[in-house]
């Protein structure tokens, strides 16, 4: 079964940095779409950052400025960087790629942001 695995998550200050990294089989990673969605209790997932295998992004709205997503396609891993980070920002974070006829999914992982 494809998997993306997350990883990084955690409890952090408000103001504080956290790394965000997914690992994805080659199979799915190459020449794909990379994402990150985060969803917050009672919410509806959202996009956070999307990269495509040539580098371009793109962010949700609420990023301003404060996240940087990124891949290393000899790794087939994607990173999203964030800082400033504010209580709002407290959902657990999804690895995402879109994939012939469905969607792979990681299985979340959770960032806390303390005010």
């Known amino acids: 079964q494809v998997q993306l695995v997350e990883s990084g998550g955690g409890l952090v200050q408000a103001g504080g940095s956290l790394t965000l990294s997914c690992a994805a089989p080659?199979?799915?990673?190459?020449?794909?779409?990379m994402g990150w969605y985060r969803q917050a209790p009672g919410k509806q997932r959202e996009l956070v950052a999307i990269?495509?295998?040539?580098?371009?992004?793109n962010f949700g709205n609420f990023v301003k400025g404060r996240f940087t997503i990124s891949r290393d396609n000899a790794k087939n891993m994607v990173y999203l960087q964030m800082n400033s980070l504010e209580p709002d920002d407290t959902a657990t974070y999804y690895c995402h790629a879109p994939g012939p006829g469905r969607d792979y999914w990681g299985q979340g992982t959770q960032v806390t942001v303390s005010s």
């Open positions: 080659a199979s799915i990673f190459s020449d794909n779409i």
């Open positions: 990269i495509t295998s040539a580098g371009t992004t």
